[in-house]
């Protein structure tokens, strides 16, 4: 099964680019890095030579010896077992983390050989360079890919679908007959989430044993990661605050909790722990705000946050929900207080907008779920598990700051009202269309 990725367009155009620097494609295990690399190069390039520094560690020697680019790339044509030429072969430097000799090396390629085109990926790359190692800084591409979206999940599930949200371009209520079989799908994408060996699993074998199998495949070697690669006096740690992610969300406000990790434990002890998680794309950290002002970033209350998971079938799975939820009603939507919902929606809001959200909370009397800044405007989020959508706090949030839209993500139709624009959880892709296409 092949699942296009939006980000395939970004690749292309880095390729044609007439000044382009090597590429390094950022992203946590396991979010289907290698697959679209070479998936790139086979379809963009003449050919494709692969090297992963993880699998192969002699290659490390030919980065150690030399900063000469063309004895490297001699040496690598031998073990490739034909000549690398510029052009019309996509280099690939897989798990790059574990070479910081070839990380140094993209500064060269990118001043001595330009013409060869070279993509780097690293499932641990952040905390590599969080632990200070050098890095060419200024002579390289960046990209971050992030699990599979609900879109591209749905262009595979059901086309027609597809290119029925694709079409949209007013605002009105979508009819029943396209609106069921909507949610019908985003809940099967609930359960598989976004990572591709568990979407493949659902979507292509019809097995949703074989997709709880993967996610806690997936897991474990999530916890092997913890082990091998953390410092060892903060592995007990990651671990605490990984499994305490599901009873953290629990709660009604969501904030995270240090005692909830473990009876005593300070901010102090764990801060090592979180930014290792937090480096190596496992989780997002939503800091709150203490008011809505650009940038976002100057209001954050770096004390007071909510940690949600990479993916929403990651934390399905990580919760011991069982997919059985699926068939009952909206259960899968609500359980333990729309935790499953709110990291869906966070988890697709990223890749999207260029600042992280925040979230903003206003003493006893309202918390607006999230607050995305988009351009110079800071639009407030709610989040409803269903067809439930009474609040106060998003009112309130109106009456003090007067934005000039509110979004309201739920199982409701779509539909504007009075500044308000309530959109289906299955068209969070389309967010910034929706907005550009309420305010004309």
């Known amino acids: 099964m092949e699942i296009n990725r939006t980000i395939q367009r970004k690749l292309t155009i880095w390729k044609n680019t007439s000044d382009r620097k090597p590429l390094i494609l950022q992203g ?18 003449e050919q494709v030579a692969y090297f992963n520094f993880e699998e192969q560690p002699d290659l490390k020697q030919f980065f150690q010896n030399t900063k000469d680019t063309s004895r490297i790339l001699q040496n690598l044509s031998l ?33 001595n050989a330009p013409g060869y085109a070279i993509a780097s990926a690293g499932s641990l790359l952040g905390v590599a360079l969080s632990r200070g190692n050098s890095f060419p800084v200024g002579k390289v591409d960046f990209l971050h890919l992030h699990p599979i979206c609900f879109s591209e999940f749905l262009s595979v599930a059901d086309p027609n679908l597809f290119a029925y949200l694709e079409s949209i371009d007013r605002l009105e209520p979508i009819p029943d007959i396209f609106f069921h079989p909507l949610v019908d799908k985003l809940k099967m994408y609930f359960i598989s989430g976004g990572m591709p060996e568990a979407v493949v699993a659902l979507l292509e074998k019809q097995d949703t ?44 406000n969501k904030k995270f909790i240090y005692q909830s990790v473990k009876q005593g434990a300070r901010a102090r002890e764990y801060e090592d722990a979180l930014l290792w998680l937090s480096h190596a794309g496992l989780v997002h950290r939503v800091f709150r ?15 007071t946050f909510k940690l949600y998971l990479i993916d929403v079938g990651i934390l399905r799975r990580l919760a011991f929900l069982d997919p059985i939820a699926v068939r009952e009603g909206n259960r899968l ?9 709110e990291n869906f929606v966070l988890q697709h809001l990223i890749p999207h907008f260029e600042v992280t959200p925040r979230y903003w909370y206003s003493g006893n009397q309202a918390e607006v779920d999230f607050l995305i800044q988009l351009k110079n405007e800071i639009i407030p989020i709610e989040v409803k598990s269903d067809e439930n959508i009474r609040s106060r706090s998003l009112a309130t949030y109106n009456d003090l700051y007067k934005p000039f839209i509110r979004l309201r993500f739920s199982l409701r139709n779509l539909k ?23 305010e004309k």
């Open 289 to 303: 705000v203490s008011k809505p002002g650009l940038p976002l970033s100057a209001y954050d209350d770096l004390s």
């Open 333 to 341: 939507f609500t359980e333990f207080k729309g935790a499953l919902t």
């Open 28 to 45: 946590a295990r396991q979010v289907g890095k290698t697959w679209l690399l070479k998936h790139f190069g086979t379809t963009e390039f």
């Open 416 to 438: 504007k009202d009075e500044g308000l624009l309530n959109i289906p959880l299955f068209m969070v892709d389309y967010a910034e269309k929706l907005i550009d296409i309420s």
């Open 209 to 252: 044993e074989k997709t709880q199998q993967v996610l806690q495949n997936i897991l474990s070697a999530y916890a092997l990661d913890f082990s091998k690669h953390a410092e060892n006096k903060d592995i007990p740690k990651i671990n605490h605050v990984w499994a305490s992610i599901p009873s953290q969300l629990a709660r009604n």
């Open 79 to 111: 073990v490739h077992g034909r000549a690398i030429t510029p052009q019309n072969t996509l280099i690939i430097f897989d798990e790059i983390q574990e070479c910081n000799d070839a990380l140094n090396s993209l500064k060269y390629f990118n001043e």
